[in-house]
């Protein structure tokens, strides 16, 4: 990355939002980004269809084609 040239991000992280909750199973207090968490403390974790929004599908990885070949 160059002064000239600098890389943007494609995904926008303006759209991300922060939500705090408390884990279900240890009471920890917890952050994720829209409804997704995961515990650091215990290790549990909700199920991905809890989010707020839908998951970009796995096509819309730029490193996807890397990791498959």
């Known amino acids: 990355m160059t002064p000239d040239s600098p890389q943007q991000p494609e995904a926008s992280l303006e759209a991300l939002e ?3 909750a408390e884990c279900r199973r240890c009471g920890t207090l917890i952050a994720g980004l829209d409804g997704r968490y995961a515990c650091p403390v215990c ?10 929004g839908a ?15």
């Open 55 to 69: 998951l970009p599908a796995g096509s819309d990885d730029p490193d996807a084609s890397n990791r498959l070949s």
């Open 43 to 52: 290790g549990w974790v909700n199920h991905w269809s809890e989010g707020h």
């Open 18 to 20: 922060i939500t705090e």
